[in-house]
């Protein structure tokens, strides 16, 4: 997991705080704004879940707290639901400028109805996936029931809501009338995904129905069976991040990626544009190389010596366990650390010059078991025999030629 603090601005000019959660090891293919739910913030379990899920898959994702909530700045009681929609268009522009466009927007509960209706205004959008949306967000007032009689009297209210106080004013509830998703949803024109509870009690699942018939294709509808509206179980927001994952692979563009084949042991192939990260293909299994960030590669895998160490710990490892095995000794467990670095010889005539320094692997083992002295003095000098060592200590020849 790769995950990135940002700020960015409102169209007010105040400072937005978001996460910006990448692939641990690849460049995102796509990019993901997170709508959170009414009053809720970045930081919310499933929020964190979903977006995980989805970086997990290669997405980038950003979610963010609105105007007024979490670390953002502004007062909640002077936002409403449009102030929410430009939010979101700001989140997008931020990700255009820095980063990508993004083409997936994920919106819960109210946060989904701000989805669709920022959707329909950026352009960059492909798709579209709501959970535990509101049909319409008016829906949102009957968390406020006991309190709107005071508010369109007295034009406030101090709402408690899920233990917390808000703030709410008359401008709020006249901003959500104001808005119909039916008719936003019906010109939308992009895919969507209606995910909802069939036992969420908050929103109930006849909003779910209403938003997919307000809907043109292509639209989908996936269950979350035994969900709360929350998704505070971690297998419920994990699942529902990675069915939006699967689902969002129709609409949005997702580089193919090409399986390197070679007749000889190992293949490394690496784009002009991918900075250090190499493909690679040793044996039957897949993997990356790259270099450090220090050295301007996104460390996305091991870098070339690292590669060789590890040969050399893994095959030590083998090469001793073999041995013992043979043997009938007690070796339950056997760590090999190595690492890489250019020293001075043991033996060095002239330390003080750069030229003397040589390559070397500093090997340390671990033996675990019931092993005498006389074992481990053998099993040490095992080590040193190892195939990869013997390589090490051989002289070997590199045989290049071109394939045209």
Same mark, same amino acid.
């Given at each position: 997991?790769?995950?990135?603090?940002?700020?960015?601005?409102?169209?007010?000019?105040?400072?937005?705080?978001?996460?910006?959660?990448?692939?641990?090891?690849?460049?995102?293919?796509?990019?993901?704004?997170?709508?959170?739910?009414?009053? #809720?913030?970045?930081?919310?379990?499933?929020?964190?879940?979903?977006? $995980?899920?989805?970086?997990?898959?290669?997405?980038?994702?950003?979610? !963010?707290?609105? =105007?007024?909530?979490?670390?953002?700045?502004?007062? !909640?009681?002077? &936002?409403? !639901?449009?102030?929410?929609?430009?939010?979101?268009?700001?989140?997008?522009?931020?990700?255009?400028?820095? @980063?990508?466009?993004?083409?997936?927007?994920?919106?819960?509960?109210?946060?989904?109805?701000?989805?669709?209706?920022?959707?329909?205004? *950026?352009?960059?959008? /492909?798709?579209?996936?709501?959970?535990?949306?509101?049909?319409?967000?008016?829906?949102?007032?009957?968390?406020?029931?006991?309190?709107?009689?005071?508010?369109?009297?007295?034009?406030?209210?101090?709402?408690?809501?899920?233990?917390?106080?808000?703030?709410?004013?008359?401008? !709020?509830?006249?901003?959500?009338?104001?808005?119909?998703?039916?008719?936003?949803?019906?010109?939308?024109?992009?895919?969507?995904?209606?995910?909802?509870?069939?036992?969420?009690?908050?929103?109930?699942?006849?909003?779910?129905?209403? *938003?997919?018939?307000?809907?043109?294709?292509? /639209?989908?509808?996936?269950?979350?069976?035994?969900?709360?509206?929350?998704?505070?179980?971690?297998?419920?927001?994990?699942?529902?991040?990675?069915? *939006?994952?699967?689902?969002?692979?129709? @609409?949005?563009?997702?580089?193919?990626?090409?399986?390197?084949?070679?007749?000889?042991?190992?293949?490394?192939?690496?784009?002009?544009?991918?900075? @250090?990260? =190499?493909?690679?293909?040793?044996?039957?299994?897949?993997?990356?190389?790259?270099?450090?960030?220090?050295?301007?590669?996104?460390?996305?895998?091991?870098?070339?010596?690292?590669?060789?160490?590890?040969?050399?710990?893994?095959? &030590?490892?083998? =090469?001793?366990?073999?041995?013992?095995?043979?043997?009938?000794?007690?070796?339950?467990? *056997?760590?090999?650390?190595?690492?890489?670095?250019?020293?001075?010889?043991?033996? #060095?005539?002239? #330390?003080?010059?750069?030229?003397? $320094?040589?390559?070397?692997?500093?090997?340390?083992?671990?033996?675990?078991?019931?092993?005498?002295?006389?074992?481990?003095?053998?099993?040490?000098?095992?080590?040193?025999?190892?195939?990869?060592?013997?390589?090490?200590?051989?002289? &070997?020849?590199?045989?290049?030629?071109?394939?045209?």
């Amino acid at each position: 997991m790769n995950l990135q603090k940002v700020t960015f601005e409102n169209e007010s000019g105040q400072q937005l705080s978001g996460r910006l959660e990448l692939p641990a090891d690849e460049i995102p293919h796509n990019f993901v704004l997170f709508a959170h739910c009414f009053t #809720c913030n970045k930081n919310l379990g499933a929020v964190r879940n979903i977006s $995980r899920a989805l970086s997990s898959k290669g997405f980038g994702v950003l979610r !963010f707290d609105f =105007t007024g909530l979490g670390e953002s700045d502004g007062d !909640f009681e002077d &936002t409403n !639901f449009s102030g929410n929609v430009a939010d979101l268009i700001a989140a997008s522009d931020y990700l255009a400028e820095n @980063y990508k466009a993004p083409t997936l927007v994920v919106g819960h509960s109210l946060g989904g109805a701000a989805a669709i209706f920022a959707a329909a205004e *950026i352009t960059s959008i /492909k798709a579209v996936a709501t959970i535990g949306a509101p049909s319409n967000p008016v829906h949102v007032t009957h968390l406020l029931k006991s309190s709107l009689e005071e508010i369109e009297n007295e034009g406030v209210a101090v709402v408690n809501l899920s233990g917390r106080d808000f703030t709410i004013k008359k401008q !709020f509830l006249d901003d959500l009338k104001t808005k119909s998703l039916p008719d936003v949803a019906q010109g939308l024109r992009k895919a969507l995904l209606v995910m909802h509870s069939p036992q969420d009690t908050t929103v109930g699942i006849k909003n779910a129905e209403e *938003i997919y018939i307000a809907a043109r294709h292509p /639209k989908s509808f996936v269950s979350l069976d035994g969900a709360d509206h929350l998704l505070m179980r971690r297998e419920d927001s994990e699942y529902a991040g990675l069915v *939006i994952a699967g689902w969002a692979s129709r @609409y949005v563009d997702i580089p193919k990626e090409t399986n390197i084949k070679s007749s000889h042991d190992t293949v490394a192939s690496l784009s002009g544009s991918k900075g @250090y990260t =190499t493909q690679m293909k040793i044996g039957n299994h897949y993997m990356l190389a790259d270099e450090p960030e220090s050295v301007g590669g996104n460390d996305f895998g091991p870098n070339p010596y690292e590669f060789v160490s590890a040969g050399l710990s893994a095959c &030590t490892a083998m =090469t001793v366990q073999m041995y013992v095995r043979r043997k009938g000794w007690d070796l339950q467990n *056997i760590e090999v650390h190595t690492s890489y670095s250019k020293e001075h010889a043991i033996d #060095c005539e002239n #330390c003080e010059a750069d030229s003397a $320094r040589i390559d070397t692997f500093q090997r340390e083992i671990k033996f675990e078991g019931d092993l005498d002295e006389k074992q481990v003095a053998r099993m040490l000098e095992i080590a040193d025999k190892c195939p990869v060592h013997r390589t090490l200590h051989s002289e &070997t020849q590199v045989l290049t030629k071109l394939i045209i």
